[in-house]
């Protein structure tokens, strides 16, 4: 049984059709890429999925973990395992990076968390993306640069250790540097054989040094092709014109 299954899926916004008819499957501990060309549809998805009511599911299902989530909350979707990154993290004043991280390990699990434990594990992580130690004690993403806040949202990710994570133009806006310390988390949570990942993008540096299973091409708002790592080759290679 695939962990997240989408069957038919088609999304509008603000009345107008974006996707139409997508099917996917996404299995425990694969990672899928999911590119295009700008205004393909790609976030659009990825919101979807992850419950953004600004995006309306007009026909198909989402099955998560055998349950359809089609009509379930955003909360309630990562309560039960699903992350989703974005282009540009919102600035949340008055909530430390370490104080926002700990409180959404607490609902999701239902659980106390041990200060001490909780703090090595931050200090582990934050290590593994050369992430200064003293961002855990400042305000989510205030006066963060691009790179500060795109590392912040991959410590979350490692933090959190969803069942399944969307990383939506996580290189987007990234130097060569900050690329190749967001890939070394992405990395990092790849170690984890049940964790499964959607990485959206139109870019390939990202991917250089992680391991692929699928890709598959947006156009439009339908999948055009579907293929392995080496799709991921051709396009860097070809761009997308042949797709269009």
């Known amino acids: 049984m695939s962990l997240l299954e989408i069957r038919d899926l088609s999304v509008a916004v603000d009345g107008s059709p974006i996707l139409k008819n997508i099917n996917l499957n996404i299995g425990k501990g694969e990672t899928h890429v999911l590119m295009g060309p700008n205004g393909a549809g790609k976030s659009t998805l990825g919101n979807a999925l992850m419950g953004n009511p600004a995006y309306e599911i007009t026909g198909g299902s989402i099955y998560f973990n055998g349950l359809d989530i089609k009509d379930e909350s955003a909360d309630k979707r990562a309560k039960a395992g699903m992350f989703m990154s974005f282009q540009n993290p919102l600035e949340v004043p008055g909530i430390t990076v370490s104080s926002f991280i700990r409180n959404a390990i607490m609902q999701k699990t239902g659980e106390k968390i ?64 900050a690329v190749r310390t967001v890939s070394a988390g992405i990395e990092e949570y790849q170690k984890n054989e049940d964790g499964a990942l959607l990485i959206i993008t139109h870019s390939t540096k990202i991917l250089e040094s992680l391991h692929v299973d699928f890709t598959h091409v947006l156009v439009k708002g339908e999948i055009v092709a579907d293929g392995d790592a080496s799709l991921v080759a051709e396009i860097n290679e070809n761009g997308f014109e042949k797709y269009i």
């Open 114 to 177: 041990k200060f001490s434990e909780y703090r090595k594990e931050l200090a582990a992580n934050m290590e593994i993306l050369n992430y200064d130690a003293s961002y855990k004690d400042r305000d989510l993403n205030v006066g963060f640069s691009g790179g500060e806040k795109k590392k912040a949202e991959i410590l979350q990710l490692l933090m959190l250790k969803p069942k399944f994570a969307i990383l939506d133009e996580t290189d987007s806006g990234l130097d060569v540097d």
